[in-house]
Every structure is written in C-alpha cells, then in structure tokens.
C-alpha cells in the first residue's frame, strides 16, 4: 500500500511545491533518493 498526502490547505501550493512534495513522498514510500522536477522548462 502507497500512502500519500496532500499540502496543508492554508496556503495555495504552487505546481513546483506540489512536484516536490509528490516526490519527496514516493521516494520515502520506496526508500530511494527524490527526484528532481523543473517545472520552468
């Protein structure tokens, strides 16, 4: 079982946040490093 979490609602996350977020929690589901995401591109 994946168990994730959304970013707390008292403040608007950006896209960026979100990314990191999102992948700070997978890689500590699967025990590997985070990946890196440039939403600028």
Known sequence: ?????????DHKPTAQQQ???F???I??????????YDESK
């Open 19 to 21: 990314l990191d977020e």
């Open 27 to 36: 890689a500590r589901q699967f025990h590997t490093a985070p990946a890196r």
């Open 1 to 9: 079982m994946i168990k994730l979490t959304g970013l707390p609602p």
């Open 23 to 25: 992948s700070r929690q």
